[in-house]
């Protein structure tokens, strides 16, 4: 009889007891080896992370797959010794897509339905109706269109918003207007007056979200940016939205976090923040989507969501 497989969980930052229980109720015969209690590292099979430790897999010689809690793994290769030769399977579960498009909905409706200028009114206690606008009349652009950027398209345009996406290859989304390219970029940008950031964190994409980039936008536009913290040159941020380029913007993500205490973002008044935590990873959806993923592998079918490691997501 083949052995229990070995799971080793490497993951910071998350809720460790409620993730094990999870992992346990979705496969009772899975052998857990939580870092760093790793006993024999020859033994491990499969690996669960999270901003792990760099250098962990060293001398893990029988492993078969490596899989990124979450749906972007920039933070998981951060760690130049993970071994390129091992497939590295990301997130995707409904329940965090359906969180994403919650998130972003909730935004893009903030923005729509001027609540920043409502507040504003109401600490100073001024009873002022403003004018209101059509969804049609406002164009939502998203950068990416994936698993997160295609599902948020979707509710956006079923509210009626005029939706734009942008994105590596060509797409044909029902009710988007799709662009792909630097020009593309532009042209979208140019006809966007609320834009999501959904990208995976890459060399391409790295910064996109700066000065240049962001004066293509019309005069008042709004940010939303919900994907990695750096896709924001964030010493641009704060002139754009002096010289009123952006009329606001939603940070859920930053370069360095947790948010320093000193960092200007904090107090600006047309600054948003939230501490990443637009769409979280559930160990009640997730675990089970592991488990059956390390379940298909060892029935010898593919791996589901396998990163491709060339484009880096
Ligand atoms: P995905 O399914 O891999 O989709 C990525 C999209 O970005 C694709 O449409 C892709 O284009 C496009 N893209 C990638 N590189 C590009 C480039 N150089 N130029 C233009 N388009 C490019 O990823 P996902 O599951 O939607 O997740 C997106 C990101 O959201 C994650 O990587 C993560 O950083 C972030 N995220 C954040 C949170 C949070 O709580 N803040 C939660 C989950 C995820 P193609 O379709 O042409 O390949
Ligand atoms: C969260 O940031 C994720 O990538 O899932």
Not at 160 to 177: A, E, H
């Given at each position: 009889?083949?052995?229990?497989?070995?799971?080793?969980?490497?993951?910071?930052?998350?809720?460790?007891?409620?993730?094990?229980?999870?992992?346990?109720?979705?496969?009772?015969?899975?052998?857990?080896?939580?870092?760093?209690?790793?006993g024999?590292?020859?033994?491990?099979?499969?690996?669960?992370?999270?901003?792990?430790?760099?250098?962990?897999?060293?001398?893990?010689?029988?492993?078969?797959?490596?899989?990124?809690?979450?749906?972007g793994?920039?933070?998981?290769?951060?760690?130049?010794?993970?071994?390129?030769?091992?497939?590295?399977?990301?997130?995707?579960?409904?329940?965090?897509?359906?969180?994403?498009?919650?998130?972003?909905?909730m935004?893009?409706?903030?923005?729509?339905?001027?609540?920043?200028?409502?507040?504003?009114?109401?600490?100073?206690?001024?009873?002022?109706?403003?004018?209101?606008?059509?969804?049609?009349?406002?164009?939502?652009?998203?950068?990416?269109?994936?698993?997160?950027?295609a599902?948020?398209?979707?509710?956006?345009?079923?509210?009626?918003?005029?939706?734009?996406?942008?994105?590596?290859?060509?797409?044909?989304?029902?009710?988007?207007?799709?662009?792909?390219?630097?020009?593309?970029?532009?042209?979208?940008?140019?006809?966007?007056?609320?834009?999501?950031?959904l990208?995976?964190?890459?060399?391409?994409?790295?910064?996109?979200?700066?000065?240049?980039?962001?004066?293509?936008?019309?005069?008042?536009?709004?940010?939303?940016?919900?994907?990695?913290?750096?896709?924001?040159?964030?010493?641009?941020?704060?002139p754009?939205?002096?010289?009123?380029?952006?009329?606001?913007?939603?940070?859920?993500?930053?370069?360095?976090?947790?948010?320093?205490?000193?960092?200007?973002?904090?107090?600006?008044p047309?600054?948003?923040?939230?501490?990443?935590?637009?769409?979280?990873?559930?160990?009640?959806?997730?675990?089970?989507?592991?488990?059956?993923?390390?379940?298909?592998?060892?029935?010898?079918?593919?791996?589901?969501?396998?990163?491709?490691?060339?484009?880096?997501?």
């Amino acid at each position: 009889m083949s052995r229990a497989p070995v799971l080793l969980f490497a993951c910071q930052g998350v809720d460790q007891a409620a993730w094990l229980a999870a992992l346990h109720r979705a496969d009772p015969g899975l052998d857990i080896r939580v870092w760093p209690s790793v006993g024999d590292p020859a033994e491990i099979d499969y690996a669960l992370l999270w901003k792990q430790p760099p250098g962990l897999l060293d001398g893990m010689v029988g492993l078969k797959a490596i899989f990124s809690m979450g749906a972007g793994v920039d933070n998981v290769l951060l760690d130049a010794s993970l071994p390129a030769h091992i497939p590295l399977v990301r997130m995707v579960d409904p329940s965090l897509v359906a969180g994403m498009v919650e998130f972003v909905v909730m935004q893009v409706l903030h923005y729509h339905r001027s609540m920043p200028a409502y507040r504003a009114q109401q600490e100073v206690l001024h009873w002022q109706m403003l004018p209101q606008s059509l969804a049609s009349e406002r164009r939502v652009g998203l950068l990416g269109l994936g698993e997160l950027g295609a599902a948020s398209a979707r509710a956006l345009s079923g509210f009626g918003f005029d939706v734009l996406g942008w994105s590596r290859g060509p797409k044909t989304l029902p009710g988007v207007r799709c662009f792909q390219g630097a020009d593309g970029l532009r042209d979208m940008l140019a006809q966007t007056d609320i834009l999501v950031c959904l990208l995976p964190l890459t060399p391409d994409t790295r910064g996109i979200l700066n000065r240049e980039t962001l004066s293509h936008l019309p005069h008042g536009a709004y940010l939303i940016n919900a994907a990695r913290g750096a896709h924001l040159v964030e010493a641009d941020l704060l002139p754009l939205l002096e010289e009123g380029r952006l009329a606001a913007a939603t940070l859920d993500v930053f370069a360095v976090e947790p948010l320093p205490a000193d960092h200007p973002f904090w107090t600006h008044p047309f600054i948003t923040i939230l501490p990443h935590a637009a769409a979280q990873t559930l160990p009640q959806t997730a675990a089970p989507i592991i488990t059956a993923n390390i379940a298909r592998h060892r029935a010898g079918q593919g791996l589901a969501h396998v990163v491709d490691r060339g484009r880096g997501y």
